[in-house]
C-alpha cells in the first residue's frame, strides 16, 4: 500500500454538520433536468428520493480546490494517494422524506478508510455515514462509499463487464449529453472535472468522454419507479457502480418488480451493466 502521511485511516472518526434549507428552486430545476413536467413544488411538499444531493455540498474558496475541481483532500476526507475519485455507491434508509422549505441538517462521520489491489490497480476506499435530520429529528440515513483510484494503466480503466441480470420490465433510455451534465454539477454543487471538462477528463483521467455522474444514474433509476409505479411509499434504496458510464452515447435504465422490491440497474454505452441497485418499499 502507498499510504500518504498522515495517515488517512486517522480520518476514522472525523465528523462535520451542515445545515440547509430544502428550496422551491432547486426541486424546480432538479425536475426539469431529469425531464419531468412536474408542476412547479411548494413548501411542505415530499422531497424526492435521492434529490437531497442538491444539498449540503462543500463549499471551498477557489484556494482549496484541488486540481480534480474537488475540495483539496486532507480537510474532512482523508488524504487518499490516489487521484481518480468515484462515488462507488450507498445505502440508504428512508424513515420519512424530508420536506421542502424546512431546514435540515446533516451530520456526516467517517466509519472506514481501507486500501486494496483490484483488477484497475491500487484502491482506497472511504465510508463515510450520513444522518439527515429536520426539526423532528433524523428521517434519512445513508452510508456513502467512495473509491479513489490510481491512475490508468494503458486501455485498463474499467472492470469486465457484466451482462445484464434479466430482461426488465421497466427501461428508459437516457441521453445524458454535457448540458445535462453541466445542470446536474450545478444543482449539487460538484466541481469535479470528470463531469465537464473534456480536455481535462480525457487527456488526464484516461476516460473516452465526460462521465456520467454516479448519483444522477442512481436518482434515475429511482425516477424510473417514480414513473412506473407512482404511490409507493420506500423504505430502502442501494446501489453500486460497477463501471463508468460516458456521455458518447445513450445509456438505459432498467427495472423489475418482485413483489416488494424492485431490482434495478443501468446499462452503458455499450450495453453492459454499469450499476446494480434495489429499492425496498414499505
Known amino acids: 500500500m502507498d499510504i500518504a502521511s498522515p495517515d488517512p485511516r486517522d480520518w476514522i472518526g472525523r465528523t462535520e454538520t451542515v445545515s440547509e434549507t430544502i428550496t422551491t428552486t432547486s426541486v424546480y430545476r432538479m425536475s426539469r433536468t431529469l425531464d ?3 408542476p412547479r413544488p411548494e413548501e411542505g411538499d415530499p422531497l424526492p428520493l435521492c434529490w437531497h444531493w442538491m444539498y449540503f455540498a462543500p463549499v471551498a474558496l477557489p484556494a482549496d480546490i484541488g486540481h480534480d475541481g474537488h475540495p483539496a483532500k486532507g480537510g474532512f476526507l482523508p488524504p487518499i494517494p490516489y487521484p481518480r475519485r468515484m462515488w462507488a455507491g450507498s445505502r440508504i434508509t428512508f424513515d420519512r422524506s ?17 486500501f486494496k489491489t483490484g483488477l484497475t490497480g491500487k484502491l482506497g476506499f472511504v465510508t463515510v455515514k450520513h444522518t439527515y435530520s429536520d426539526k423532528i429529528g433524523p428521517a434519512v440515513v445513508e452510508e456513502q462509499d467512495i473509491v479513489y483510484r490510481e491512475p490508468p ?8 463487464p457484466k451482462k445484464p441480470p434479466d430482461t ?3 427501461i428508459r433510455e437516457i441521453k445524458a449529453d454535457p448540458v445535462m451534465l453541466f445542470r446536474y454539477s450545478a ?26 455522474h454516479g448519483p444522477l444514474i442512481a436518482t434515475l433509476l429511482v425516477d424510473l419507479v417514480r414513473r412506473n409505479a407512482q404511490e409507493i411509499d420506500v423504505a430502502q434504496f442501494s446501489f453500486r457502480g460497477l463501471r463508468p458510464t460516458f456521455d458518447v452515447s445513450p445509456f438505459k435504465v432498467c427495472g423489475i418488480r418482485d413483489g416488494t422490491t424492485f431490482r434495478l440497474w443501468s446499462l452503458d454505452n455499450g450495453g453492459a451493466m454499469a450499476m446494480q441497485a434495489s429499492l425496498v418499499i414499505r
Open 168 to 170: 426488465p420490465e421497466m
Open 36 to 38: 419531468r413536467d412536474d
Open 98 to 114: 424530508l420536506r421542502i422549505g424546512d431546514l435540515a441538517t446533516r451530520h456526516s462521520e467517517i466509519t472506514d478508510v481501507r
Open 187 to 212: 444543482l449539487t454543487f460538484n466541481g469535479h472535472r470528470i463531469h465537464y471538462d473534456y480536455p481535462y477528463v480525457t487527456g488526464e483521467e484516461g476516460y473516452p468522454g465526460l462521465v456520467v
Open 153 to 160: 494503466v494503458g486501455e485498463n480503466v474499467a472492470s469486465p
